[in-house]
């Protein structure tokens, strides 16, 4: 699976948009951009997965960019409880028996 | 809608003694199970996956086993406790279409 690159932290206003970036320079063809998020002491939960169209879903939207070596994710009205640890995972879209490779993320604080 | 339960949610067992974790998945048939672990601070470790009953496949060696005797019951087990075993332990479960991995709310072990 090709590496991405994550800032390790950012802060946010409530209310207004989150973009977290992601840079995934070496990503193959067949390799999808992932993206799940973990709240402190939670399990990690999906957000959204893209390959080259943007894509968007209740929680957040995915722009990717044309020669798709780097992403935003968009939380468009960022709350107090969107803090956690968000992670960009690039792989191919059938994960069958291996497992999800999480980095070390970035971590997003929504602030009052 | 597909639904996965973990339990309990925290738990305190001494060193040497048994262990005894479980997860199910329900509105699904035939997932793909995970157990995974994350020690503090880090990424997650997967341990063991399996794609039907009776089958297991393990990562990593270690003092932990699995089980899955039914379809969507996956079970995380040991026979003694060391305390290097000590994390939060996540289940996680694919579907017919195999690209999105869900966790649960994981269980967190400490083993003193």
């Known amino acids: 699976d090709a590496k991405t690159t994550q800032p390790p932290s950012m802060d946010c206003a409530e209310g207004r948009a989150a973009n977290l970036p992601c840079n995934h320079s070496?990503?193959?063809?067949?390799?999808?951009v992932y993206w799940y998020r973990q709240i402190h002491s939670q399990g990690p939960q999906y957000i959204i997965h893209?390959?080259?169209n943007n894509e968007t879903n209740e929680m957040a939207s995915l722009i990717i960019t044309e020669d798709r070596k780097s992403s935003t994710l968009i939380l468009p009205h960022a709350t107090l409880r969107d803090t956690a640890v968000y992670y960009c995972i690039v792989r191919v879209v059938y994960i069958g028996n291996t497992p999800l490779v999480f980095g070390k993320g970035t971590r997003l604080s929504v602030i009052a | 809608s597909q639904t996965i339960h973990q339990w309990p949610a925290t738990l305190v067992q001494p060193v040497g003694s048994p262990l005894s974790l479980e997860c199910t998945v329900e509105g699904t048939s035939n997932p793909n199970l995970y157990w995974y672990r994350q020690a503090a601070g880090r990424g997650l470790q997967l341990l063991f996956y399996s794609v039907g009953i009776g089958q297991i496949s393990s990562e990593v060696p270690q003092n932990l086993s699995a089980s899955r005797p039914q379809d969507r019951q996956f079970i995380l087990s040991s026979k003694k406790l060391l305390l290097s075993d000590s994390g939060f332990y996540l289940c996680?479960?694919?579907?017919?279409?195999?690209?999105?991995?869900?966790f649960g709310a994981g269980t967190r072990l400490s083993v003193l």
């Open positions: 070496t990503i193959s063809g067949n390799e999808y």
């Open positions: 893209g390959l080259k």
């Open positions: 996680a479960w694919t579907g017919t279409g195999k690209n999105i991995q869900y």
